[in-house]
């Protein structure tokens, strides 16, 4: 086929214009991809490069190092161990279950341990690296360490850890630390960046929470330079936090230690103070666990044998458990008493067992009652119906003013968890709580210890201090923060006539050091060191009529949950008191078989720093004593080789 | 026309034809490959392996096959042009039954020594068939509805069967590459803005409908959509790339951060950067002067090949020469756009920078067809 040159010169000049039309469209297009670079490379360069260098750099928080916690002493409550774990960042590591298994091979892996790591890694954004495994050995992290080409995102990691320990000794003081929770978070307005640290762990209970600000210390940022699977390749600078404040308590480790010894077995608490200055030199709680496993994360089976424990171990009930001081009132309404001039020392109050008001007896513990009663004997042999009449004669308010004035129905501040406050209660306040008007009946029940008045050991163990003292001692909990003595103004004298304290004390000395004395049994034989206490008993329970004149059901044979508490105050030595004492048996039974023996032997220990040697006890209870001393598993035994503590 | 109307005595002959190449263009695609090596070192942190070596033996069997391509008469490629597409697409049709997967698309034929991709070679092959057929075409046929439904198949053809591997650069590279192909041969100009208006009414009615109940698509094709428009939407998934592509390229700024010093580079933030995504690392380390060269270049090469096309009076080498050149325009067109953002990801190489055989291969012999009309192309005729 031959085309005539007409054609092909048509065809020419088509395709030239055609051409030309494409390649200034072409022109055009390449014009626009031309201004674009400008755009993106020259007009918009600065906000690029500010990018790259962000995805480049990553700055990455440095915890710091949680404050110590020390005692009195400098012993070591709560310290930071080192902790390998291995972390995972879930937009980093790809498979999730390809990982897992990987590490697997490599590490063993708790199968509880990993369905937590895999639950936070979903629930947690994709770039915060997820703790997989921690307290590690050295090996299974170089395990870790050489395998990292052929598993993104995870990085082995070297961390602290918070120990104690002393184990259960603290665990209602000091608390325990655990990993933040989404509901520490939420409680925070502007959380501290630091809280975004995986496992970063805060204090969740007792002086742990509360001075978490000053033991968390300020976090130290490091800028690194990571690839884009968020490797890390160097560390371009660095700058450190400042770690967390120490902190000394007032407590002595080894008189803490004794406390919770002496009360194991039961379900008690006990509160040692230094009746100079309002040191709190124990607090115990028993039983205790160990807090070394809640900063671990606690298996459910351990934390379900706690919480189904029926002596509550978890219970801080130094603190939190409020009871009704039952005789440990009873100097309280004495003073009330004296002071409003309504009762003199030497009056003598006839007790028959028992008072009638209205149709409603109240009975004395002592069926046959006490006979005359003075306001010594009255203390010494805790009659009921004495703080009966005295009590109708003061009124409730002003014994609940005189409360007030030692420290009951009201909160102590100390750094500590669930702190109650009690109650000493007042007319207006049934009103409003209960909706009924107060009884004369009332009264009469408060006068000893029953009814609305509710105590916690601490705030018995501050009653009683302030008596020993006549001095209005706050209890202190902290020593030092970073070395800084936290000091406190002294105490002021209590508004009360000594005249009227010593009259009381005369009584609590009694108890304790007449024959007929309520806790004559739990006598210190040691003359420098004689103690002053009070008895309570407090029931649980109401005594109907038919019990009472079938008579009473003795406490062991009632079941444990409703047997009364046993409580026992005291102080000494009775000349120059250096410490008081609280100590509650819950469901103990009386005051004086259960509460005031662990008393004894708590007052002993704190006064000779550790233990006692025997010929401070009784000659007929030596042998006794022996073989407790002997049964206590103490920290740091010391048989009889104490010394009397200086002040 | 057949070889009788070529006259013969004016066209060079043997070794003699060497040195009547198009050697600027010989020498600006010899530039560009220079390029690519250079970034490709700096892409493997400063090292000849592993792309560089082999993409430079790639290249230089490349230039071989322009040169073996050159030499040979424009009209023996006219005469094969309808075998070598048949070729292509029975290709096409083998790779679905024998191909190599890879990137979640079935694209290669292992032929042992190399991976070949079919849909690379369709590209010029139906450059190839078209100018062919509308050589062969009377001029006053061409824009009968008949003689243009023709060459529409011939299009959609291998678009068809590349779509479904799927390779969707590929399929927009042969579809516009066509289309151009039939505009430059003079189809008129009222089918295109027919094809045009109905392109843009099916995409105006796909959105306008959305979330009424007569929507043509489902919901979730609506998103997929979505997130292809504007990956941004998608920041650590379809957006990542295309968000630290930009990121290098815009932190090049003007004079780059300097050879080997990129840091989105360096450190692995951009993606498929020794392929798809190159031009961020030229753009990053040379900056805005680096990469407005490369265009540069590209659009010199595009320049002499169309200048070859209009003092070709040859029907058949002019459209070849055109279709050429097109192709390769919007090889770095689509590619530069997608990297810039202007453009959804749709995967398409830079052409001679980017890592890659069958691409350098198939367009260094396409510039050998472009040579070969040059060279063969009548002179002086009367």
Redesign the interface.
Known sequence: ???NPK??E???R???R???I??GA??A??G???L???Y???E??????M???E??INIRLIAPERGLIYDRNGVVIAANEQNLRIVMVR?DAGDIDQAMDHIRQLVKLDPEEEERARKELRRRS?FVPVTIADRLAWEDLARVAVNAPALPGVTPEVGLSRTYPLGGDFAHVVGYVGPVSDYDLGKLENPDPLLQIPRFQIGKLGVEARLEDQLRGSAGTRRI?????GRV?RELDRVDGTPGHDIQLTIDAGLQNFVQARMSGESAASVVMDTTNGDILAIGSAPSYDPNKFVRGISVADYRKLTDDIFRPLANKAVQGTYPPGSTFKMVVALAALEEGLIEPDEIIRCNGFITLGKRRFHCWKRGGHGKVDLNKSLQQSCDVFYYTIAERVGIEKITAMARKFGLGQRHDLPMSGIAAGLAPTKSWKLENRGKEWLIGDTLNSGIGQGFVLASPLQLAVMTARLASGRALVPRLIKTVDGIENTAPEAPLLDVDPAHLDLVRAGMFAVSNSQRGTAYRSRIAEAEYQMAGKTGTSQVRNITKAERQAGVTKNRDLPWERRDHALFVAFAPMDAPQVAVSVVVEHGGGGSTAAAPIARDIVLQALYGGLPPLTAYPAAQRRQIEELQQSLELRTPKPGQGQPVKT | MSYLEYSLRTIPSGFRKVLFLNWPLVLLLITVACVGFLVLYSVAGGAMVPWVEPQIKRFALGMVLMFTVAMIPIWFWRNVAGLAYGGSVFLLFLVKFVGVSGMGAQRWIDLGFMRLQPSEVAKITLVMALAAYYDWLDLDKTSRPQWVALPVALILLPTALVITQPDLGTAILLVVGGGIMMFVAGVHWLYFAVVIALGVATVAAVFYTRGTEWQLLKDYQYKRIDVFLDPASDPLGAGYNITQAKIALGSGGWSGRGFLQGTQSRLNFVPEKQTDFILTILAEEFGFIGAISLLGLYALIVFFCVVSALKNPDRFGALLTLGVAATFFLFFAVNMSMVMGLMPVVGVPLPLVSWGGSAMLVLLGAFGLVQSAHVHRPRGRK
């Open positions: 086929m031959i085309r054609d092909i048509t065809s020419n088509l395709i030239s055609r051409a030309l494409l390649g072409q022109l297009f390449m626009v991809l031309g674009r670079m400008r993106l490379q020259v918009q360069a600065d906000q690029f490069r990018l790259a260098e995805n480049r937009e994709p330079e990571v690839n884009a699977v390749m």
